[in-house]
């Protein structure tokens, strides 16, 4: 079954400092991928996407994210965290190779950010 | 350019009561697609109405059902609720035929609890 794992629950990182967040997905054909990102109270917001062609992208807010194939991986990343990052990323996945059109979602990773 | 705007924000019912959550997309878009994301996990797939139309449903029961109107707004509605029911439900609006690879805008959420 296609899935969306995001092993870190949590990650906590200083303000300033490097960000990554971890994203596998099991899916047989190469997926749409997604990040958002969620604040307290808030929707999802779209961070950045991945459909085809250069396998690193940009995003809002100075977010990137690299797909790699061979690893079935998505890590999102930022070179310097600021403090309004804290919030709940999810990695997504979509569509499904019952030729559906749901987007299915990671459990997320919650980042707090220190002073 | 109003994004995608859900009532009511909070809402409480008790056990075996029925709710009715709304849902008004992005302008321009024509497909609606409803989540359940319990504290501390990712949003999970309830169903996707286009065209009128409940396309694809994910693993919840008939406890819930959905309807879009020819305006592209939807409602979903919930009956007997139960305990597990208490969660955000989270509207998302995108646009196509093919909403796979189609970017999801979500709105803010309408919190239910069940007493």
């Known amino acids: 079954a296609q899935s969306v794992t995001q092993p870190d629950i949590h990650i906590t990182v200083s303000e300033g400092a490097s960000l990554e967040l971890r994203c596998n997905y099991s899916y047989g054909a190469t997926p749409y991928l997604f990040w958002y990102v969620q604040s307290p109270g808030q929707g999802l917001q779209l961070l950045l996407k991945y459909f085809s062609g250069d396998t690193l992208v940009q995003g809002i807010k100075g977010f990137e994210a690299e797909f790699k194939r061979s690893q079935s991986s998505f890590n999102l990343r930022k070179p310097s965290v600021h403090w309004s990052d804290a919030a709940e990323y999810f990695c997504a996945v979509g569509p499904l190779e019952d030729g559906g059109f749901k987007t299915i979602f990671g459990a997320g990773t919650r980042l707090f950010v220190k002073a | 350019d109003a994004g995608v705007t859900q009532s009511p924000t909070h809402l409480i019912k008790t056990r075996g009561q029925q709710v009715t959550l709304r849902c008004s997309p992005k302008?321009?878009?024509?497909?609606v697609s409803w989540y359940q994301q319990a504290l501390g996990q990712g949003p999970q797939f309830i169903f996707q109405y286009y065209e009128e139309e409940e396309r694809q449903r994910g693993n919840f029961p008939d406890r819930f059902s959905g309807h879009q109107f020819p305006n592209y707004s939807s409602e979903l509605n919930v009956n007997a609720l139960l305990l597990g029911d208490s969660a955000l439900y989270l509207c998302?609006?995108?646009?196509?035929?093919?909403?796979?690879?189609?970017?999801?805008?979500f709105g803010a959420g309408s919190r239910l609890t069940v007493l």
């Open positions: 998302a609006s995108s646009l196509g035929r093919f909403s796979g690879a189609n970017v999801l805008t």
């Open positions: 302008s321009g878009h024509d497909t």
